[in-house]
């Protein structure tokens, strides 16, 4: 097993472009999440999906969008890239909600210039 | 809303020093708690979790007892090694369903010298 990877681990845009930011998992999870870590902020939740077709919002979504379209995969798109944005970004997936262990990506690094 | 209160940081300590880092927590009912370990370079994974009151979550010589009385779930362990300098994060998850949200703390680096 993969577990969760994230691509690209770097990228860097200037203000105003978009990209997308991928995340896969092959372990079946039906509870995908996105967070964001900046300095003494600890880990934020962006988005979230707790299954294919069915998405919500976070702590701090605006921004961003999401979709769900398989089980496996669950993008994230900035839409119009701002300084503001500069963070890593971690992906999450899960069996479920509550008690259950998260598992993480490795992490994307982004630079809004 | 529910909330995670972890000490400051950061934390240095020297190899076998015994470590106790706070977590102190708000939430309705009895979540679930968690301690996660991001090491350098990488993504958080569980360290450890306890699931009700009373129950003591250990792994790798690292333990944390959830405590409903006082609210928290400090973490503890007998002897650090420099293999465990690493930041630290208390994190908690309500019981109501597919909804449910990990709320994170704001993490505390642990740097261990020889």
Redesign the interface.
Known sequence: NAGVTQTPKFQVLKTGQSMTLQCAQDMNHEYMSWYRQDPGMGLRLIHYSVGAGITDQGEVPNGYNVSRSTTEDFPLRLLSAAPSQTSVYFCASSQGAGSYEQYFGPGTRLTVT | GNSVTQMEGPVTLSEEAFLTINCTYTATGYP?L?WYVQYP??????LL?A?KADDKGSNKGFEATYRKETTSFHLEKGSVQVSDSAVY?CAL??????????T????ITLSVRP
């Open positions: 679930s968690f370079g990488e993504g958080l994974q569980l979790k699931t994060f998850s309500p019981h109501n369903g597919a909804n449910s949200k990990l994170f703390g704001k993490g």
